[in-house]
């Protein structure tokens, strides 16, 4: 395992009574990995640093180049507040097990596009392999669109069952679950999604004990977030975001397009510090506006 990296199982029950939320940043690019661990440090924030199953895809990376990427970044600036190297939404149990061979110290299987039985199954199966191994496990119930396909108004018939959860929660052992109550991965057409925070505080209600996890959380309004992190008795206590810190740099570049983690790297010195400049921007902003976590972080 990643040295000195923590699990979900050991990072979010704190923030849960503390009444924050820690950050995971899918950073996607190798080089984006500083940035978003100097944010941390610089503002004594636990942070969760990730990459998911398409990702590694998307930029040319492998569960080990990533893991590395982060060692060594961690290292250079000696990063010394609560750090989880988690693998985000993944599918695979290859890949699952590749991230955990390389250290990886949480993982997420996603088997919420199968039926409720086939989903408890696959999980409970991740379960037993990761905890053996000192890792931890994110699951998912319910299922969140991309945003260019949910509808303005939500689509119900996708979100979360609060009574499933409890069950799901009861038969797989996860340490996480990640609920579908409105939001979506992407930008969001409308300038704020429909959250139904009767159902997250429903869910919270049946399953006091379990971290909860807002995914989609790039472009959703501070107000929103704070909403879902201050419900009674703890409520959401990981929050991811990628898009907006993937266009905080290309935007500050100059518009360039997508491109792989190797093509970033290749970049002209100056234009890449301007990117990189604007994740950092990006982080602080999320650390110390959204999720509330600055000054939370119990340095060594």
Request: glycine share 8%; hydrophobic share 45%; proline share 6%.
């Amino acid at each position: 395992m990643l040295p000195g990296a923590l699990t979900l199982a050991g990072l979010l029950p704190g923030a849960q009574r503390g009444g924050y939320a820690v950050a995971a940043f899918s950073a996607r690019y190798r080089a984006c990995v500083r940035p978003v661990l100097q944010a941390a440090v610089d503002l004594r924030s636990p942070v969760i640093v990730e990459i998911s199953q398409r990702e590694l895809g998307w930029f040319g990376l492998s569960p080990q180049d990533f893991r590395d990427a982060v060692e060594h970044e961690a290292r250079q600036i000696g990063c010394r507040v609560p750090l989880c190297l988690h693998l985000d939404h993944s599918w695979e149990e290859p890949v699952i097990h590749a991230a955990i061979a390389a250290g990886f110290s949480s993982v997420m299987i996603d088997a919420s596009a199968q039926p409720f039985e086939e989903n408890v199954r696959q999980t409970r199966q991740v379960v037993t392999y990761a905890h053996a191994r000192g890792v931890s496990v994110e699951a998912e119930l319910g299922k969140l669109p991309s945003t260019d396909q949910m509808e303005t108004e939500g689509d119900e018939a996708l979100y979360t069952v609060p009574g499933e959860a409890l069950t799901f929660v009861e038969r797989t052992g996860c340490d996480a679950l990640a609920v579908s109550i409105g939001t979506a991965h992407g930008v969001y057409p409308v300038s704020s999604p429909r959250i139904d925070f009767d159902r997250l505080a429903a869910i919270r209600a049946l399953l006091p004990d379990t971290p909860l996890v807002l995914h989609g959380g790039s472009g959703l309004p501070a107000a929103t977030v704070h909403r879902a992190i201050e419900l009674p008795g703890g409520g959401v206590s990981k929050m991811n975001v990628a898009t907006d810190l993937e266009q905080a740099l290309l935007r500050a570049m100059g518009g360039l397009a997508r491109m792989t983690s190797a093509e970033l790297d290749a970049q002209p010195p100056g234009l890449l510090a301007r990117g990189l400049e604007a994740v950092y921007a990006e982080a602080s902003d999320k650390i110390s506006n959204f999720v509330r976590s600055a000054g939370r972080a119990v340095t060594a």
